[in-house]
């Protein structure tokens, strides 16, 4: 699951499957493969600080794949053609972390990123997903307070009761019915696939590489599944765990070892002598100090004006340490709040993106993990399972097993999620560090078990979400380009010490 830290985002088969699945996918590649190109209208793109090179088109798809005749929505991509046209090998698709996030501007910023050899051979393609931003958005118009990081990551209250966890899902449930309109029932990650092959065939491309980062990992795990021989070079980096029963059940619960597996680099860090925000003298101490806090913050919170809500609570006191987990360039800030917190006072409050945009992202949220798959609606079950969770990870209070708005989603999802085999031509290179708090490394490895022999892995011995030209190392980011320049991977899975 994906943090959202950006202007746009601040924020994640069985042979039944398969039968399922391929009579919608069959049908709409060999529609895509045979017939023409349509004419794209490219224009300049909208936004500030976009490489000039930058430009946009749209097409229009089936809202419903099952209708592919009926009502039509707009999807939005963008293009930065490759710098040498003489070894241009083709397009690369850059596919967003999330749910509830979007590429359209990528190609302008990661992807001015990539070595000169990766830009020279592709075309980089952006795109913002159905439901987001210039592609047909949609919002569930909630309430304000239900934008909150802690309300959309369901932190249960401090004694571990899930009963305002599961009114907040019914409201929230209830104003995605009321204002999401039809769309908001076709929002998934399958359709998502389904619509990245419709922006294939409109390019003319026979195929298409890509690089999917977290949430966009799963995407292009179920592209590749769906679509098998449309995928060249395919990149998975920060991997989730491709459960096809518990789908984002299982990538919320993969917290709790996340932020077990991080939580020791941030007490290293914020122990050290000399560290001129060092918050305790061992490591031990450190996470001792954080739980004090937490809990007293429970019990007497500090006023936090233009935060959402405006308190620093217990849960968001934990929200933010899990959000600094991602980047250890963040560890600063979240030594500055303990140091605060100790003192009774607060830094000033982060400045959230605006509320529009926060709308969008949360409807794209909900929608593709309540349609990819049903969740349980028990309250005594979440009540169970947050129970088990404090005792066993105290840093993350239950939450990694609690209700989301899913537990009261009004849909059933209109197919089974879709299950990755092993089934399907050899095209992928996995990278993974070996601690990221959103993407564990114990769920990469399920990805890499299902893919079997299509997959090579490079685990990274690095710390923070999102490996190759972020928080990895020269190795794995070496190993990736020489992929995606050549196509040749290592000839079996390596570690990148």
């Known amino acids: 699951m994906m943090k959202i830290k950006r202007n746009a985002a601040l924020f994640a088969a069985s042979a039944a499957v398969l039968s399922l699945a391929v009579p ?81 501007d990528q190609p302008s910023g990661k992807g001015q990123k990539l070595p000169q050899e990766v830009r020279d051979t592709y075309d980089l393609i952006g795109f913002d997903p159905r439901g987001y931003g210039l592609s047909s958005p949609v919002s569930c118009d909630v309430e304000r307070s239900d934008l909150a990081r802690t309300k959309l990551l369901p932190w249960p209250a401090p004694d571990g009761s899930v009963t305002q966890t599961m009114a907040t ?34 390019l003319g491309e026979r195929k298409i590489s890509a690089w999917g980062v977290s949430y966009g990992t799963y995407v292009g795990a179920v592209y590749n599944e769906l679509f098998p021989y449309r995928t060249d070079r395919f990149v998975l980096d920060s991997n989730d765990n491709p459960d096809h029963i518990r789908v984002q059940r299982a990538w919320l619960a993969a917290f709790e070892v996340g932020v077990e597996d991080n939580f020791p680099e941030f007490a290293e860090w914020a122990s050290q002598p000399g560290n001129p925000e060092r918050v305790a003298g061992t490591p031990a101490e450190v996470r001792r100090l954080f739980l004090h806090l937490a809990a007293r913050l429970d019990r007497e919170p500090l006023p936090w004006p233009g935060a959402n809500p405006e308190e620093l609570n217990g849960n968001v006191f934990r929200q933010t340490m899990l959000d600094s987990l991602y980047d250890p360039d963040d560890y600063l800030a979240l030594a500055k709040l303990i140091l605060a917190a100790q003192k009774g006072t607060v830094p000033p409050a982060p400045q959230a993106p605006p509320e529009p945009v926060l709308q969008n992202v949360t409807a794209v949220s909900a929608a ?86 299509r997959a090579v892995m490079v685990t990274v011995n690095s710390t923070g979400h999102e490996a190759y030209l972020a928080n990895g190392n020269a190795c794995g980011d070496r190993t990736v380009a020489h992929f995606l320049a050549t196509g040749k991977r290592p000839s079996r899975d390596i570690a990148c010490d």
């Open 24 to 104: 919608l996918t069959s049908a709409s590649a060999s529609t895509a493969a045979n017939a023409r190109p349509p004419h794209l209208d490219w224009t300049k793109c909208q936004g500030t600080g976009l490489d000039p090179r930058q430009e946009c088109a749209t097409i229009e798809v089936p809202m419903d794949y099952a209708d592919p005749h009926g009502k039509k929505i707009t999807l939005a991509f963008s293009r930065i053609p490759a710098e040498n046209p003489k070894t241009r090998r083709g397009a690369l698709f850059m596919i967003p972390g999330g749910p509830g996030g979007g590429s359209l």
């Open 169 to 202: 899902a019914r409201r929230m449930s209830e104003a995605c019915a009321r204002n999401g309109g039809q769309l908001i029932r076709h929002i998934s990650t399958a359709n998502e696939a389904r619509d990245l092959d419709r922006i294939r065939a409109a």
């Open 368 to 453: 593709t993990l309540c349609n990819d798959v049903a969740w349980p609606r028990s309250a005594a079950g979440y009540e169970k399972e947050v129970a088990e969770s404090r005792a066993k990870f105290p840093l993350t209070a239950g939450m990694p097993r609690n209700a989301t708005v899913c537990a009261a989603w009004p849909y059933t999802p209109k197919e089974p999620a879709v299950r990755i085999t092993d089934r399907g031509p050899s095209t992928v290179l996995m990278v993974q560090n070996r601690r990221d708090v959103a993407t564990p490394l114990s769920g990469a490895l399920k990805l890499r078990e299902a893919l079997g022999r």
